[in-house]
Structure formats: C-alpha cells, structure tokens
C-alpha cells in the first residue's frame, strides 16, 4: 500500500515541475502565427470531432443520423484547446522521459549486480582451482617424503644388518673387533644427521 502514496506524489511532483514548462510552450504557441495554425488548431479540430463523434454514439444520436456534420470550434476555443492539448502532451512527455530514464537506469543497475556477481562467481571458481593445485602439490610432496623415508629405513636396515655381520665376524677376529665397532657406530651417526 506504500507504492500508490509515493506513486501519486511523484506523479504531482512531475506535473508541478513541467507545468511552468507547459505554459511557456503554450504562450510562445499562441503567440506564433504558423504555430497556431498548423500544430494547435488541427489535433484542437480532431480532438473535438472525435469528442462530439464519441458523445453522439454513447447517446444513440450517432446511428440515426449518419450524415450529421459536427460543427468546427470557433478558432479562439481551437486555440485554446490546442494550447491545453500541447501543455498536456508536454507533462505526458516529461513523464515519459522521466520513467523511460528510471527503466535504463534500474536496468543498468541489474547488469552491473549481475556483472558483480559473475565477477564473484569466476573469483571463486579461480581459487578453487588455485587451491586444488596446492592441494595436488602438498600430495606429491608427501608422497616422495615417504618414499624417502621408505627408502632411508630400507638402508638403515640393510647397513644395520651389515654391520652386525661384521660386528659377529670382528669378535670372532679379536683386535680388529674394536675398529669395527668404531666404524659402525661412525657410519650409524652419518646416517641419522
């Protein structure tokens, strides 16, 4: 219900802005001969004629008498008429003006939201293709830091095994025993740093 009092202002603010307009145009109207003679008097005729014709019709005189002629205005009435015609079609033209602006402009407005929007919307689609990079990386990482791992313990166990044969052979060998064991112990602390 709020939409028709605000609609109704407007429309009584448009007409109060484009009357002052309305009787400039009309003024210069009638003060121009050729003005007055082709722009108000013709629509001021047609205007009458199409008023009388219709009054006739709503109150059956119209279908009786067929050939009936309808008196032309007086040229001060078609003037006059033509003056109100033209002051009206200037308010009309105003309002036109006014609502067709509003209209581009809302639309306007639309397309640069749905233009925002679909900015967002690629902005969005851009980082999740970023983060599944990332991702793919932060995987293929991972995995060769356990193959790596993997791999350092197989040598582990392989020189640990190795270094327990010679250990088993060097307490069999006596005095060579104790270098081993130094060596082994060197070679343990390389593979740990």
Request: hydrophobic content about 40%; proline content about 3%; aromatic content about 6%.
């Amino acid at each position: 219900m709020v939409g028709f009092p605000i609609a109704k202002l407007v429309t009584l603010v448009i007409k109060q802005v484009s009357k002052p307009l309305a009787n400039v145009a009309k003024t210069r109207a009638k003060n121009s001969h050729f003005f007055r003679t082709y722009m108000l008097m013709p629509p001021a005729q047609f205007y009458h004629w199409c008023e009388v014709r219709m009054k006739m019709y709503v109150m059956n005189l119209g279908r009786s008498s067929q050939g009936s002629t309808i008196p032309r205005l007086s040229e001060e009435a078609a003037i006059e008429l033509g003056a109100n015609l033209l002051g009206e079609g200037v308010i009309f033209g105003i309002a036109v003006a006014i609502l067709g602006y509003e209209v581009v402009r809302q639309k306007e407005k639309e397309r640069k939201k749905e233009q925002d929007e679909s900015d967002f919307i690629i902005s969005l689609e851009q980082r999740i293709n970023d983060l599944a990079f990332a991702n793919e990386e932060l995987d293929t990482k991972v995995r060769e830091l356990t193959r790596n791992m993997y791999a350092t313990q197989h040598q582990l166990q392989i020189q640990g095994a190795t270094l327990q044969m010679k250990a088993h052979e060097g307490q069999a060998g006596g005095a060579s025993s104790g270098n081993l064991t130094r060596a082994l112990v060197e070679a343990k602390n390389k593979i740990s740093s």
